[in-house]
């Protein structure tokens, strides 16, 4: 969480001129925050998530790109997005949701 608030809080990066290439760096930030809150709500052995442990962990990652969405708006040079909202939560949900089927299948093979 501190990693994503110091880069929110200075310049955006440079991207490659690709549509939507922040949404991917937004997915992909959240999606790792989700999976380190799966981690801890799983003591670290993610083989035992649970639905709830994954529902959980996707909705903090969201709720916290909710806050820095509206920390970036206080940024200059920063803008608030919904879209950037949306893909901070996609990306939690990808991570989280793979996660709980890898803890199905991994239970199950014991």
Request: proline share 0%.
């Given at each position: 969480m501190v990693a994503i608030f110091l880069a929110s809080g200075g310049p955006g990066p440079d991207l490659p001129p690709v549509e939507n290439a922040d949404k991917v760096l937004h997915a992909a930030a959240y999606g790792g925050l989700a999976g380190l809150a799966a981690w801890a709500l799983a003591r670290g052995r993610l083989r035992t998530t649970t639905a709830r442990m994954a529902i959980t962990a996707w909705a903090v990652a969201s709720a916290y790109g909710a806050s820095d969405e509206l920390h970036q708006y206080f940024v200059p040079g920063r803008q608030s997005d919904w879209r950037d909202l949306a893909a901070d939560a996609i990306g939690a949900?990808?991570?989280?949701?793979?996660?709980?089927?890898?803890?199905?299948?991994?239970?199950?093979s014991e």
């Open positions: 949900a990808a991570v989280a949701g793979a996660l709980w089927a890898w803890g199905i299948i991994a239970r199950g």
